[in-house]
C-alpha cells in the first residue's frame, strides 16, 4: 500500500513537471499560453506529498526489510560461529584429554624415575645392612669364640683357685698343726724338762728323745741325748707313751 502511495505520487509529480516543461517549450516555440495553474500545482504538490509520504511509510517496511535480511545473516553467522564453536570446543576437548593424558603419562614417568630412585636407594640401603650384618656376624662369632676362651680360661682359674684353696687350707692346716706341735713341744719340752728334773730327781733315768724313741742307760745314744723330751721310770712307761726302743 505505501509503495502504490509512493508510485502514484512518484508519477503525479513526473506528470506535472512533463507538463510544464510541455508548455514551456509550447510557449518558447509558438508562443502558446495554455498552461493551467490549477492542473500544475495540484499535481506537483499533490504527487510530492503522495510521493514523500509513500516513501516515509515505505522507510520502515524498508529497514525492517534490511533489518530481517541483517538479522537472517547474523543468524546463518551466528550459526556459523555457534558451529565453529562447537568444532572449537570438541578439538579443545580432544586436546584437552590429550593433555591430560600426557600430564598423566608424564606424572607415570615421574613416579615411575621416583620410584626407581627409592628402589636404588633400598638397594644401596640392604647392601649396607647386609655388610653390617656380615660384620655383625663376625663379631658374634668372635665374642662366641673369646666367650669360649673367657669360659675356659675361667674353669682354669677355678680349678687353679680351688688348687690354691686346698693349697691353702693344708698350708693352713699344716701352720696350726705345726704351730700346735710346737705349743705342745714347747709345752712337753717344758714339762719334760720339770718331769725330767723331777724324774731325774726321783730316779727316773730313760730319756725319751724327740725322734719319739727312749734310750735307757748305758744305750748307744743315752749320753748324747742331752734334751730329752721326756723322762720314764721304766721301759713299759716309755712304750705305754708311744715311744719305742732304738734299732741297735
Known amino acids: ?11 503525479a509529480f513526473l506528470f506535472s513537471l512533463g507538463y510544464g516543461v510541455y508548455h514551456l517549450v509550447r510557449y518558447v516555440l509558438k508562443k502558446e499560453k495554455r498552461f493551467s495553474k490549477k492542473l500544475f500545482w495540484p499535481l506537483f504538490i499533490g504527487g510530492l506529498i503522495l510521493l514523500f509520504t509513500g516513501a516515509a511509510l515505505t522507510e520502515p517496511d524498508a529497514a525492517a526489510a534490511n533489518a530481517d535480511k541483517k538479522y537472517s545473516a547474523l543468524n546463518t553467522e ?19 584429554s590429550e593433555a591430560k593424558k600426557l600430564k598423566d603419562d608424564t606424572k607415570d614417568q615421574d613416579k615411575l624415575k ?7 636407594e633400598l638397594k644401596k640401603t640392604q647392601k649396607s645392612l647386609k655388610a653390617e650384618n656380615k660384620e655383625l656376624q663376625e663379631k658374634q662369632k668372635q665374642l662366641k669364640d673369646d666367650t669360649k676362651t673367657a669360659k675356659a680360661e675361667n674353669e682354669a ?15 693352713q692346716n699344716r701352720t696350726a698343726s705345726t704351730k700346735e706341735n710346737s ?19 726321783e730316779g727316773c733315768l730313760i730319756k725319751g728323745s724327740k725322734n719319739g724313741i727312749y734310750h735307757t742307760p748305758g744305750s748307744t745314744y743315752y749320753d748324747r741325748t742331752t734334751d730329752p723330751a721326756a723322762m720314764f721310770c721304766s721301759v713299759e712307761e716309755a712304750e705305754a707313751a708311744g715311744y719305742r726302743a732304738p734299732k741297735r
Not at 1 to 11: I, S, V, Y
Not at 87 to 96: Q, T
Not at 157 to 171: C, G, P, W, Y
Open 1 to 11: 500500500m505505501e509503495m502504490a502511495f509512493a508510485f502514484l505520487g512518484f508519477f
Open 183 to 201: 705349743e705342745h713341744s714347747s709345752t712337753s719340752t717344758n714339762k719334760s724338762n720339770e718331769t725330767s728334773s723331777a724324774d731325774t730327781a
Open 78 to 96: 551466528y550459526k556459523s560461529l555457534k558451529q565453529e564453536h562447537e568444532a572449537l570446543e570438541k578439538e579443545y576437548e580432544a586436546i584437552s
Open 157 to 171: 682359674l677355678q680349678q687353679d683357685k680351688t688348687k690354691l684353696e686346698k693349697q691353702l687350707k693344708e698350708a
Open 114 to 120: 621416583q620410584l626407581e630412585k627409592e628402589n636404588s
